[in-house]
Every structure is written in structure tokens, then in C-alpha cells.
């Protein structure tokens, strides 16, 4: 198999471009990871990972990404994306959710946590915590926002 | 490179959320693949490898999959996903197609086969079976459907 | 981690199907790499990487694959895809732009070198040269076309 992950880390960006996925390159490069290849998955916290704060990765290499991002090209529009992961309480994995939309970073954050909730109910497990990072950007032209949990060993 | 898997099995999924990725969750976990990190792939059987029902892979695997799904908010919907991997008659590779739409596990059924059988004609490859599988559900409030292939090791 | 890709090529392919997905089998056939698991990545080229024209890779292999497609079903519309590789003329990592949309080849290929312009602008890097390979297709009843950066070890 694929090895595990073992280690975490919450990140979130937002910039502008003057194409989408310049935009979403500017997210990226917001966000501290926008010299690697992201791998998405979706969207388990292996059991035992480490929260690791700045986690330092090689450019260009393949890193297993869990992510929810936003694009517009509506000036003044208000983005916002958002990332969730709660721990168990239980010494097992634990569930990620992403959110995007159309709103502000608190309501980003507040609908993440709800979707890691419902995610713990759903597999019957108790959360010991809820990690929540949240962005949002107030388009200018052509504008992304970016949260992530990004995996490495 | 990276290894080429040598396990794989057919799941199907569906399930009720408050949100679409909720929805989606629930899916993966009525299909027992919900506490992997589905790496999306597109979609060729390897060469050899084995089919292995109920594969059992650690939580928070990277875990190789080709899938189709779709989710749905209209309540008294009816939405089908199913898989398809064609196993050749020469000792080589298989292909593996997905289908999603607005349509009974039936037609989904159908029409996965459909497009394994184009994929080997387009290829000149001779047909030895399809696996198929398919579901479908009619949506409550916010439904998702899953079908996929799992690789592993 | 899991290891950096040493290794690229640059591929296009358009092709024709009864379903939109082996319309885009068709063109993965078309550039040569249909026979293997893509596994999508955003999109960097490592350091040091070296171009590799032909690049063999066994079928079933997940491959990591920066790329962009379009699928349509309106006969007659012309679709393009394009894929530019920037090089650095320090000596490190790569920026990867993919482009799709309703156009030619050669329109697509200058909005990708523009993004990938734009992507080493962003970083303060120094653009050494950019390798750009584009492709067009006039629908006939579904067509696909896709521009990729393949990766190998």
C-alpha cells in the first residue's frame, strides 16, 4: 500500500490572478504550499498524525491534500473557504471536511465544524477537538481562496 | 515510479447528508470506503492484478480509486452511479470506465457496460468480461451516490 | 514523502467517443498515455527534472499528471487544450500551467505561456525558457481534447 501520513498541517490562502488558475496559484503561494505538487484526497486524518505547524516540504513533491477552494471573477464578491479536522477521542483516525462559498470566513468556519460534527456523528465516534482555519477575500478581479490540511511522513 | 497495484475490488455506496460533502461521506461509508484517502485516479485495470472482495486497507490510506458519483439536493430524485472494469482475454491490461446520472442502477448498469465495451474497441482489445456494479437512490433531502474501483497492494 | 518525479514529458491528444468520458479516453489514447492511471496534480516541476520525449511507463502505473482537458458535445465547436512547462534559469523547481477552452491550438498556446509568465512573475523567479504544446478539434459528435505534463521517477 501507499504509505500513511504522518504528519499534518492547516493551512489557507487567498490571491488574485488574471486567470482562475493564477488566482488559485496565488492561493497557493498565500498559503505556503505553492511550490508543490498537490495530490488531492479525500479526506481522512490518519490515526496517530501529528499537527506539525509549518511544515517544511520539498518543491515539487507529490503531497497528499485534502482542500476546498473558491474562484470568481465577480469584483467585490465575497469568497471564502474553509477547513476542518476533528480528533478523536478514541485513539483512531479522524475526518476532514472542506467548505467553500460565498460568504465570510466565520460563516466558513462555523459550516466547516458542523460538517466534521456531522462526519463523527456518522461514524458514531466522539470528537475530541474540531482544528477550524478559515480565509476570505473580497474579489478585486479575478480573485481564489484556498484552505487545506496537507499530509506528509 | 510508483508501484502498480495489484489488488482491486468494486464497491457501490449511497447515503443522506445536511450537506453535499456530508452526502458524499456518507456514500463512501455505506460503500466501506470511508475512512480511506481516496486518491482519484483514471482508470486502467493493471496488468494482473487480482479481483479481492471485502479488501481490508488501514484508515488513512492513499488508496488508488477510480469512481463515479453524484449528488443531489431535489428531494424525490432518483440518481445512479456504477462502475465497470473490463478484463481482457490477453494477459494484459483492463479498463475501467464510471458512469453518473439521472437514471436507475439498471440503466446505470447498462451503460457502464457500454463504454468498457468502447473502451476495448478503441484499444483493438478482445473483451473476456465485465464487472459491473451499479446503485441507485432516490434522493430525501441531499443524497449521494458512489460507485468505484479500489486498487491496493 | 513520497518521491520527487525526476522525469517529464509534454503530451496532447484529441479523440472522439459516444460518451463524454470516451471522448476523453480517446484522447488519452491519442497522446500516448492511455493505458495509464493519472493521478492529477497542481502542478510543479520539480528540480531537476529532466525532459524525457517518449517516456515509457507500464501500464496501470499511477502516474503523477499536471493537465487540462475539455470535453463537448456540440458538433462543430472548436475545443483546445494546452499545457506550458516554465524553466527556471536558477537552478530550481518549475511552474506547470494547463489551459482549456473554446479556441485554436495557437490561441491556446499563448494565454498558457502568459499564465506561466505570470507564474514565475509571482514567485520573483527568472524564466529561462517555456515549453508549450497545444492542440485543436473541431467537434463532430463528442469530442475531447487534453494537454498534459507526465512525471516519472
Given at each position: ?36 505538487n ?76 458542523q ?33 487545506a ?5
Open positions: 500500500m501507499l504509505r500513511v501520513p504522518r504528519k499534518f498541517d492547516l493551512v489557507v490562502g487567498r490571491g488574485e490572478g488574471t486567470t482562475p488558475l493564477n488566482a488559485f496559484d496565488a492561493a497557493l503561494l498565500d498559503a505556503g504550499i505553492g511550490n508543490l498537490l495530490v488531492r484526497v479525500s479526506s481522512i486524518l490518519p490515526p496517530g498524525a501529528q499537527l506539525s505547524p509549518g511544515l517544511q516540504i520539498a518543491p515539487g513533491t507529490p503531497t497528499p491534500t485534502a482542500y476546498g477552494y473558491i474562484t470568481s471573477s465577480t469584483p467585490g464578491q465575497i469568497i471564502a473557504a474553509s477547513i476542518g479536522v476533528g480528533i478523536s477521542s478514541q485513539d483512531t483516525y479522524g475526518v476532514i471536511m472542506e467548505f467553500e462559498g460565498f460568504c465570510t470566513k466565520e460563516e466558513a468556519e462555523t459550516r466547516v465544524r460538517m466534521v460534527e456531522e462526519g463523527f456523528q456518522m461514524r458514531n465516534l466522539s470528537l475530541k477537538e474540531v482544528l477550524v482555519q478559515g480565509i476570505d477575500h473580497k474579489v478585486e478581479k479575478i480573485g481564489s481562496v484556498f484552505a490540511v496537507i499530509m506528509d511522513y
